[in-house]
């Protein structure tokens, strides 16, 4: 059987020994700032040998996470980062950025490389993409079902890793870009607004939806996987990930604790179900409600809770009556003396009433020890709850509980290992001579050799027996090792003091552990940074294309001057029928896939290719690998879902068989300008208006808002029906869209526009520009793009363009991400 990992976070020290103590196989952990959670401690640079030392003394393997994306100017720290990392010895280092890959794999043709959830790796196709560049292992999507994970690992002989318990992201990780767009903070560089955890109104063809309390509509309950343990190994698993950069050790330590035992009982042959206490105690150190996520399948109804955005830890129950001086509730959980509470009045936004149990009480009679259910009465601390504010009905939860915390810490306060390591000694020797040893680490092979300082002497009375000698090797007690045997090849009948017996003893565990605490050794090469691009010259004829998402767009869009249109629908039947327009124009027409490639949808790419476009716009890795592998004759156009930030990944997608490329919408002007200062220009497409695509999700807020089913099978498909915005805190309405995959794409409100910026592109040498529509009528698609065509003329300005166009649109507009941030 392959061998399977149990992968745990650690945002600091504490969590890392919390990590190790508790059974992990292996840990990831972020480096100063080139990670996907900047918000966590993270470790230094100069920390990373002391990390891996630590690590490889318990046989834990250390993954650094450098998953986010990275940018031009940043190329070369990151250099020094995966060099500093090579050095250390650390086992693998987690990637989003496929520039970054190419240069690690320029860098080091041996070193680990692992790749990120943020890849968006969705079908056997992606991984095959992946496959030139040696891959130790993938990580999977979290919107990957266990019939996907069994059909990719069919498919692939690579390892595959899946998180099984922690926060969700209700947008496919690499595809959100709301904090992007909303206040400059990108998810794919670390910086998650969490605004999937914010308020929002349904509006419903124009009318506010009625929704009582739910207001979270975008806030996934968290992932809880324990019970699927068994399913997960036989899907084709091979690690298991906790999510936690950002939670406590003790957090960590119970998680991992918990996992472990799943796993060992599952590889031991052993039938294991979860105890109602062991989910209880998981809820405890976090939880905002536990679902399966998208293992079991897509189910609307129960990834969303929408009533609270936070962790609320154990339901106990809710108020049956308010007293004097507590409340009285039907327990369905056990509460004690000290535990924390919260009143949940369904307004999460606002201060809540909670605190410490001071009392537990029965019929007016306390209670001493923990009670573990029934009707009781909750006394609060005297000045924890304003009890005015608490009312019949309101939801209890236990949000802390002391002594499990206690007791969790206890697993890693004091430094133990897991479990103790196998020890194999051969012993030899003759009178007049030392005696040597040769002392075997079972779980690593590592082998020393220790010599007494002292000659053998011919006993007179009691000689070195074996037993004797394997007690005195095995008195191994607070060390991280056990003697298994001991094999003597004595000539005489001799004898040691034990002293010097337990001298060697010391030596030889000393020898052992620093054998294991070595860094790993890579081969590393010199690489050179330095782009061939750098000579441009100003783009002359520059083309235009308009992205269109209807097909009353398309017939507006093939009546102008643009040198190509695209066709983006919600439903990609309609695809050869924007293709017969275009044809009768005699205008050329690029189809897009669907920004999300699964198991199962090639017949989707094949439809695209049986339409008979001019171009393809390509937007995953499984579509590229899709394409790529056949004879097409179709222009290969790479969007902005591909996250091309650096030089190196723009290379790496050119050679891969992409004609064009879009740059990732995470760039800023400057940072945009680097990047085509070194890349190749005459390849890049540069889209210079749209509105934003913010979230891109599996969560179809049609289905769970306005159906009674949980998924397309049995929706009633009301995105057929109806159109759906959400309403944020400011007032702005985000139109919600489906496609061919019942995903949900939120667009951003205000559409924004990068004309200012036009004559900046193309000194650089930029051709190609892309204006995307959303819901404009025909009429609004002929300005628009009569605005871009006299702005890459030269006959209107990039400040003319941006007035009209806010004169022209109730909302105005926005200069959107390229603002220099």
Not at 278 to 304: A, D
Not at 618 to 647: K, M, P, W
Not at 775 to 804: D, F, M, N
Request: glycine share 6%; hydrophobic share 35%; proline share 4%.
């Amino acid at each position: 059987m392959r061998k399977i990992e149990l992968l745990a976070p650690a945002g600091d020290w504490d969590c890392l020994r919390a990590a190790v103590a508790n059974g992990a196989d292996a840990v990831y952990f972020g480096v100063d700032k080139y990670n996907a959670r900047v918000r966590a401690k993270n470790f230094r640079m100069e920390e990373l040998k002391d990390v891996m030392a630590y690590l490889h003394k318990y046989n834990v393997r250390g993954y650094v996470t450098f998953n986010i994306l990275v940018f031009e100017n940043e190329l070369e720290e990151a250099k020094q980062l995966v060099e500093a990392c090579i050095d250390a010895g650390v086992d693998a280092l987690i990637v989003q950025d496929l520039g970054l890959v190419k240069l690690i794999r320029d860098l080091s043709p041996d070193f680990p490389i692992h790749g990120s959830t943020q890849m968006t790796v969705t079908s056997p196709e992606a991984v095959e993409f992946l496959n030139p560049y040696h891959l130790e292992v993938v990580v999977l999507g979290r919107e990957n079902n266990l019939t996907h994970i069994q059909k990719i690992a069919e498919k692939t002989n690579v390892p595959l890793e899946v998180f099984v318990h922690g926060a969700l992201c209700v947008s496919y990780s690499g595809q959100c870009l709301t904090s992007e767009m909303w206040g400059g903070r990108s998810a794919n560089r670390g910086e998650c607004a969490q605004a999937c955890r914010l308020p929002y109104d349904l509006i419903v063809d124009g009318e506010q939806k009625e929704m009582g309390n739910v207001a979270y509509l975008l806030s996934p309950k968290d992932l809880a996987a324990l019970d699927l343990v068994p399913e997960l190994i036989e899907a084709g698993v091979s690690t298991f990930k906790i999510e936690g950069r950002l939670k406590s050790p003790e957090y960590v330590a119970n998680v991992v604790s918990k996992y472990r035992k799943a796993i060992d009982e599952y590889l031991a042959g052993r039938h294991y179900t979860p105890s109602t206490e062991e989910i209880r105690e998981l809820q405890q150190s976090f939880s905002r409600g536990f679902t399966h996520g998208f293992l079991k399948g897509t189910n609307n109804k129960q990834l969303v809770d929408g009533t609270f955005p936070k962790s609320r830890g154990v339901f106990l129950g809710t108020v049956k009556k308010v007293l004097k001086d507590g409340v009285l509730c039907e327990l369905q959980a056990p509460l004690k003396r000290g535990d924390g509470i919260v009143f949940d009045a369904g307004r999460p936004e606002e201060k809540e009433e909670g605190g410490r149990v001071y009392d537990l009480r029965k019929h007016g009679k306390k209670v001493e020890g923990e009670v573990e259910k029934g009707l009781v009465e909750i006394v609060p601390g005297r000045h924890d709850v304003n009890l005015t504010r608490v009312r019949v009905g309101n939801r209890i939860w236990k949000t802390s509980d002391q002594e499990l915390d206690r007791r969790l810490r206890k697993t890693f306060e004091t430094e133990r290992p897991y479990q103790l390591f196998p020890l194999t000694v051969h012993v030899y020797g003759e009178a007049g001579k030392p005696l040597i040893s040769t002392w075997r680490d079972e779980t690593t092979g590592n082998e020393v050799i220790v010599q007494s300082e002292q000659m053998l002497d011919v006993a007179q009375k009691r000689p070195l027996t074996l037993d004797f000698i394997k007690e005195q090797f095995g008195r191994l007690g607070g060390t991280i090792f056990e003697l298994k045997d001991v094999y003597m090849h004595m000539t005489d009948n001799v004898i040691l003091p034990v002293k010097e017996l337990n001298r060697i003893r010391r030596q030889a565990v000393e020898q052992l552990i620093e054998k294991r605490q070595r860094p790993r050794l890579y081969i590393k090469q010199a690489v050179d940074l330095t782009s061939s691009y750098r000579q441009k010259q100003r783009a002359e004829n520059p083309s235009l294309m308009a992205l269109c998402r209807t097909l009353e767009q398309v017939e507006a869009a093939c009546h102008t001057d643009v040198d190509m249109v695209y066709a983006d629908f919600e439903f990609t039947t309609d695809y050869p029928k924007a293709v017969q327009i275009a044809r009768t124009t005699n205008k050329p027409i690029a189809l897009a896939t669907p920004r999300i490639h699964m198991p199962g949808e090639n017949g989707i790419l094949r439809g695209i290719l049986k339409a008979e476009p001019d171009a393809i716009l390509v937007r995953s890795l499984g579509a590229v690998q899709y394409y790529t592998n056949q004879s097409i004759e179709q222009t290969l156009i790479g969007d902005f879902s591909l996250n091309i930030s650096n030089h190196l990944a723009a290379q790496l997608f050119l050679s891969r068989g992409l004609d064009r490329i879009t740059p990732s919408y995470d760039l800023n002007i400057q940072q945009m300008i680097d990047l085509l200062e070194a890349a190749p220009t005459e390849h890049i497409e540069m889209v210079i208006h749209q509105h934003l695509p913010m979230f891109h999700t599996e969560h179809c807020v049609y289905c769970t808002f306005l159906s009674e089913g949980t998924d397309f099978t049995n929706c009633g498909r009301p995105c057929e029906k109806h159109r759906v915005s959400l309403r944020d805190r400011i007032g702005m309405l985000h139109p919600v869209r489906v496609d061919i995959g019942c995903r949900n794409t939120v667009y951003n409100a205000i559409e924004q526009s990068g004309a200012e910026y036009i004559p900046h592109f193309l000194s650089l040498g930029v051709r190609s520009y892309r204006v995307e529509f959303l819901e404009e009528s025909a009429k609004k698609v002929e300005e628009v793009i009569t605005l871009y065509r006299e702005a890459l003329e030269g006959k209107r300005s990039g400040t003319s363009v941006w007035r009209t166009l806010k004169a022209i649109n109730q909302l105005g507009v926005t200069r959107g991400q390229l603002i220099k941030k």
